[in-house]
């Protein structure tokens, strides 16, 4: 069976954890790469109080022996910090009398908060708001980066990076710019943006923001070379590449749409200014444009796999927006929580993260699960023996 992952823990709770299984034998790997993502991931301008008190570090407790993966199951466990603040209020007792702790019953415009709330028969928000917190990510993006490690075994890369925030937009990649030289820049930038020119009206629109107790979100787009062709299918709708990947991505919190390549601007235009040309030059099929943006027919085409997705402003305003008290269903102001003002390069690097994911399990079904150097042999006999070689 393909990777597949679970989360567990709570925002405030004593730790998070995920537990990998499908994971094939053999994948070098070691705490200090996972790391790296989970720093970028805390990084980013416009971040909240919460971001000062954690320093998140993996601790991995199965399925590594000497550097490598043995094919079992991963288990890796971030502990939270602030856990020693909130013993009582998270305690997993029993609760004798819920007026000795401030229970949350204002819910929050945008949130999980009410819908939870009534699905769960729940009295307390906070019940809710741990777990649909996107403190959950932490472990995705953990996990992201051990599905990263696999892509880069075969020579794929990959990178998240900020299209706009708010109404601030970024110019266009350089089409001759690497992923390489693209993390480079983005990791340097307060934004994980390319596109020095248009950081500090970034800034200046977060600091307003801040300013007036409200949010903002933002799109980002997350690229991939490498990809051989062939991955995802046309046949049935849940092997759609496209479609995996939309729903990978459209579960990050506060996620609101996912487009491909041209996406939603291939509505406006006409099918000659949309599809991508096909020519022989040089002894190779090549292409000149790229608007598919890598997925023909829900597969890979062998161009530059893009996509982008956009982050509504985030659901905790410091100027609260009106709600109600569902105990004495009196109109109220919404809970605050301590929260970021814009999350949106953090997000970049969680849409890293869950695109890694789905491209290893996509792989895995065409090219085999149980070890690394078996999905070597394969990819390198199925590129060998393509009909027509791009």
């Given at each position: 069976?393909?990777?597949?992952?679970?989360?567990?823990?709570?925002?405030?709770?004593?730790?998070?954890?995920?537990?990998?299984?499908g994971l094939p034998a053999g994948l070098p790997l070691s705490p200090d790469q996972i790391n790296i993502d989970l720093k970028r991931r805390q990084m980013g301008y416009g971040r909240?109080?919460?971001?000062?008190?954690?320093?998140?570090?993996?601790?991995?407790?199965?399925?590594?022996?000497?550097?490598?993966t043995l094919g079992s199951p991963l288990t890796l466990v971030v502990h939270n910090r602030d856990w020693a603040n909130w013993t009582e209020r998270m305690s997993i007792n029993?609760?004798?009398?819920?007026?000795?702790?401030?229970?949350?019953?204002?819910?929050?415009?945008?949130?999980?908060?009410?819908?939870?709330?009534?699905?769960?028969?729940?009295?307390?928000?906070?019940?809710?708001?741990?777990?649909?917190?996107?403190?959950?990510?932490?472990?995705?993006?953990?996990?992201?980066?051990?599905?990263?490690?696999?892509?880069?075994?075969?020579?794929?890369?990959?990178?998240?990076?900020?299209?706009?925030?708010?109404?601030?937009?970024?110019?266009?990649?350089?089409?001759?710019?690497?992923?390489?030289?693209?993390?480079?820049?983005?990791?340097?930038?307060?934004?994980?943006?390319?596109?020095?020119?248009?950081?500090?009206?970034?800034?200046?629109?977060?600091?307003?923001?801040?300013?007036?107790?409200?949010?903002?979100?933002?799109?980002?787009?997350?690229?991939?070379?490498?990809?051989?062709?062939?991955?995802?299918?046309?046949?049935?709708?849940?092997?759609?590449?496209?479609?995996?990947?939309?729903?990978?991505?459209?579960?990050?919190?506060?996620?609101?749409?996912?487009?491909?390549?041209?996406?939603?601007?291939?509505?406006?235009?006409?099918?000659?200014?949309?599809?991508?040309?096909?020519?022989?030059?040089?002894?190779?099929?090549?292409?000149?444009?790229?608007?598919?943006?890598?997925?023909?027919?829900?597969?890979?085409?062998?161009?530059?796999?893009?996509?982008?997705?956009?982050?509504?402003?985030?659901?905790?305003?410091?100027?609260?927006?009106?709600?109600?008290?569902?105990?004495?269903?009196?109109?109220?102001?919404?809970?605050?929580?301590?929260?970021?003002?814009?999350?949106?390069?953090?997000?970049?690097?969680?849409?890293?993260?869950?695109?890694?994911?789905?491209?290893?399990?996509?792989?895995?079904?065409?090219?085999?699960?149980?070890?690394?150097?078996?999905?070597?042999?394969?990819?390198?006999?199925?590129?060998?023996?393509?009909?027509?070689?791009?």
């Open positions: 069976m393909p990777l597949r992952y679970f989360t567990a823990g709570e925002s405030h709770g004593p730790s998070l954890s995920a537990i990998i299984d909240g109080g919460r971001m000062k008190i954690e320093t998140d570090q993996i601790e991995i407790t199965s399925g590594v022996r000497f550097g490598e029993p609760l004798e009398n819920y007026d000795s702790i401030k229970m949350i019953t204002r819910p929050r415009p945008g949130h999980a908060d009410y819908a939870g709330l009534m699905k769960y028969a729940r009295k307390d928000i906070r019940d809710i708001l741990e777990r649909a917190s996107a403190r959950e990510t932490t472990m995705r993006v953990a996990v992201g980066s051990v599905a990263k490690a696999f892509l880069a075994e075969l020579g794929i890369q990959l990178v998240g990076h900020i299209v706009s925030i708010g109404s601030i937009k970024a110019s266009e990649l350089p089409a001759e710019a690497s992923i390489p030289q693209i993390r480079d820049v983005t990791d340097k930038s307060p934004f994980r943006c390319f596109d020095a020119s248009v950081e500090e009206d970034m800034k200046k629109a977060v600091d307003t923001a801040k300013v007036e107790g409200d949010t903002l979100g933002g799109i980002f787009e997350v690229i991939v070379d490498g990809l051989p062709m062939g991955l995802g299918s046309h046949a049935q709708w849940d092997r759609k590449l496209d479609g995996r990947l939309a729903q990978a991505l459209m579960s990050i919190q506060a996620i609101k749409g996912v487009e491909i390549g041209m996406g939603f601007e291939t509505a406006r235009k006409p099918g000659s200014q949309v599809h991508d040309p096909i020519y022989f030059e040089n002894g190779k099929i090549t292409r000149k444009t790229n608007h598919a943006g890598g997925l023909e027919g829900s597969m890979t085409n062998g161009e530059r796999l893009v996509v982008r997705a956009a982050m509504k402003p985030i659901a905790t305003l410091m100027r609260a927006l009106d709600s109600i008290d569902l105990g004495t269903k009196i109109a109220e102001k919404a809970a605050v929580e301590r929260s970021d003002v814009c999350a949106a390069p953090a997000a970049a690097v969680i849409g890293e993260a869950v695109v890694a994911i789905e491209l290893v399990r996509v792989l895995q079904e065409k090219f085999g699960e149980d070890s690394i150097p078996e999905i070597k042999r394969n990819l390198q006999s199925y590129l060998t023996h393509l009909p027509y070689m791009p």
